[in-house]
Structure formats: C-alpha cells, structure tokens
C-alpha cells in the first residue's frame, strides 16, 4: 500500500509538473467592426478618398480597444442612394459590426438612415450638412427674408421625422448645416469686407436656394441691403443683364447659393469689366464651388475675388491639430492622400471609439449592442478632438458649429484655395 501510495504521488507530481511545463494558452482576440460607406469613385472621390484616409489613420494608431481588434468594413456607395442603402443592410447582416461612419452625400444619406435606424445602427458622418436630415425646418424663420420658417415638405425635401421609422435619432455629423453656410458668408461680407449692398443669385436647386435665402436673411439683419435676387437657368446660365442692374444699383459683391455645375461660376467670369475698378468686386458662395478646379476654370481670368464657405472647421489652422496632419503626411506618401475632410473623419472615428470603450464596459467586457452605442454617441460631450471641442445636440448636430470662408488665390485651377476666416456660431446661432 505504502509503495502504490509512493507511485501515485509520483504520478501525480509527474502530471503537475507536465502541466506546468506547458505553455499557457490565452483565448483568441475579438474582432469588433465598424462600418464605412462613402463615394470612393465617381466626381466626390476626390474629397471622401481623403476622408476614408482619417479613418484608416486612426485605426492604424488604435488598432484595439478594451481587448477587441478593430476592422474597418469599407464599403463604395459611388454617390448612388439606393446602393447606399444596399451597403447599409450588408452591414447589418454582420454581428460584429456596431456601428458605421458615413456617408459624405446627403441623398445618400437619405436612403440610409432609414434603414439604419430601424435596426439601431449608429452612424456618423464627417461631411453631410443638408438641415433636413436631423430637422423638420429646411430655414428657420430668421433666417428667411419673409421672416416664416420653409418647412423640409416645403423644400420638397423629406423630414428628419419622416426618416426615422423608430422616431429615435442614430444619425450624428460633425459638419454644421447649410443655412449657417449662408450666415457665414454674410458675417464676413460685412464684417470682413465691410460690404453693405449684393445682388443674390441661385441655381434653383434646394441647396442653393437655401444658401441665398439664410445669406440675404442674415446680411440684412447685419444691417446690408440685397439690392436684387436672380433664379438662373442651369441650361442656359447667364446673368449678364441681371449684373449689369446690380451694377446699376450699386452693388459691391455678388452672392451665388449653388453649385459650380449649377452654372454658378460661369456668371463670375460674366462680371468681367464690371462693378468697382482695380480689385474684382467679391463673389461669395457656399461649399458647392469651394475649392473646386473646375469653379476657377469656369471664371476665367476672373478667378481672384471669389470667396465660399464650408461647414467643417479648418484643421490646419488648429493648433490641436498639427501633430495629426504631420504624422498622417509621414504615413501618407501622396499630397493627394490628405483633404479638407482627412482629420474630422479621423475625429469622426475616434468619437465613435470612445462610444465604444463605454458601451463595452457597461457590457462588462463583451460586444456591445448597437443600441447601446448609438446611446453612448448621442451622449458625446466636450469630447477633446483635433478638430475642436466636439458633441452633439439633441438631433444630432454638431455643438462645434465652425464655418470656414476660403478664397482662391487667382486663376490657376491647380492653385489651392487659402483660409481667410472662420465663423464660430458654437455660442449662439444666428435664429
């Protein structure tokens, strides 16, 4: 008894020690996935190639979070809405997916944010700014020379209410809207210019029609006058008896609400010889013809004096910024690699890393549900971004509400645009 006791203490001593000998084993990272839907081909890919290059950044710097690996599901809307949509519920279909960036188009946007809400899907865009995707009212009445608010219906435009079947908001964008677009721009024609009278004209499309009507509202309340308002015809689009009545009357500048394709900068090439001499008198726009080729090729030899905004803040004018843009630039070979929308997509994606890092606590350490992390997204407040101090409202609205004005800097197309001004109305909106 006593030697069977010896063998099976040795035994036994044999089985701990082979145990100990082993290596230790550790289960086998998670991933968790976040989706993207951008227009990577076709006319946007010259702006959204840059924004997805944030994204990949980020990630390439946190390529984890709270122990789970993080993949990037990147999908090609090519600006279509309904392959939008498609790319959103290929998306669902993955449970590890738990929410996505994007998109950069706002009729995309519109197709997919139904869709997405009805499955509690969290998205974040950098780059939509259209008033009815997370608004009922397309201008807000103070914003409107009638002084009564233009409903999203009576824009022929859907509402944020009608978007969402669940009537609970998931869409989030760190870009501000467009009336502010035209606040903007009338802020600096008087403040900065120190213009008092403009002719206005738009392309008849929703969007530019907007831009005019928030910039006459507001130009006017800062006490300058719209000498006249002019609907051109994308066909046929001159303006040359209408400038010259503005010249007539008095005006200092030209206000144009739409896009370089809309016609918009074809009219500035028409103000050739007239108004003040010496400097071209100013023409203003929004984002539609913002450092745009193609808007300094349509003006000709007058592409000095044309000034437009753009509802993202200027990150190479942040300080906060600087040692994002340098590193990007060292991993990025290509100047074409970096945009306009390279570091608020890389903001976009870590606003939407640190929702995560606290729905997965709250899950205590497992894969979050999609309605926990949209409700985590909406909480975001004073997050500390390169681009700013971020959040959101309660529509989903970016509370770092920045317009920057840009300037292009005479008549070579391949001449970068230059930052003039920025407009914080994070403080106070201008209705």
Not at 184 to 194: D, I, N, Q, R, T
Not at 261 to 288: H, T
Not at 299 to 327: K, N
Not at 387 to 393: E, I, Q, Y
């Amino acid at each position: 008894m006593q030697r069977l006791g010896s063998c099976a203490v040795a035994i036994a001593l044999l089985a701990v020690s082979a145990c100990l000998g082993a290596p230790a084993t550790s289960p086998a990272p998670t991933t968790i996935k976040i989706g993207v839907d951008l227009p990577l081909s076709g006319a946007q890919a010259r702006a959204a190639t840059p924004a997805l290059n944030g994204m990949k950044f980020y990630v390439r710097r946190h390529p984890s979070i709270d122990g789970f690996n993080v993949s990037l599901r990147i999908a090609n809307d090519m600006a279509d809405p309904n392959l939008g949509a498609a790319n959103v519920r290929a998306f669902l279909t993955d449970p590890k997916l738990v929410a996505m960036l994007g998109p950069f188009d706002a009729a995309v946007a519109r197709q997919e944010i139904p869709v997405a809400n009805a499955a509690g899907l969290a998205m974040v865009t950098p780059a939509t700014s259209n008033p009815c995707l997370t608004r009922d009212v397309f201008t807000p009445a103070r914003l409107n020379p009638s002084r009564t608010p233009i409903t999203c219906k009576q824009a022929g435009l859907p509402s944020a209410s009608e978007l969402r079947p669940e009537k609970t908001n998931d869409f989030f964008r760190l870009t501000t809207t467009d009336e502010l677009q035209g606040a903007a721009a009338a802020e600096f024609a008087v403040h900065k210019l120190h213009l008092v009278r403009a002719g206005v004209i738009s392309d008849h499309e929703t969007y530019g029609q907007g831009l005019a009507y928030a910039f006459s509202a507001r130009f006017a309340s800062l006490g300058g006058t719209v000498l006249g308002r002019f609907e051109i015809d994308p066909k046929n689009p001159t303006a040359v008896a209408f400038l010259k009545s503005m010249k007539d009357a008095g005006a200092q500048a030209i206000y144009y609400g739409g896009a370089t394709q809309g016609g918009g900068c074809a009219i500035r090439a028409q103000m050739a010889g007239m108004f003040s001499v010496g400097e071209p008198a100013p023409f203003l726009g929004g984002d539609g013809i913002a450092d745009d080729p193609a808007c300094v090729s349509a003006a000709g030899t007058e592409g000095s004096g044309i000034f437009a905004t753009v509802p993202i803040v200027d990150a190479a004018s942040r300080p906060g910024a600087a040692s994002v843009i340098r590193d990007f630039r060292a991993a990025f070979g290509n100047a074409t690699d970096y945009g306009p929308y390279t570091v608020i997509a890389y903001d976009a994606t870590a606003v939407v890393y640190a929702a995560l890092d606290r729905a997965i606590r709250d899950a205590g350490g497992s894969v979050p549900e999609r309605a926990a992390v949209t409700a985590q997204i909406a909480a975001t407040s004073g997050f500390a971004g390169a681009t700013g101090t971020l959040g959101f409202d309660a529509a989903g609205d970016t509370t770092n509400r920045v317009v920057s004005v840009f300037e292009a800097t005479g008549s070579d197309p391949r001449s970068p645009w230059r930052l003039v001004d920025s407009v914080n109305f994070s403080a106070k909106v201008p209705y």
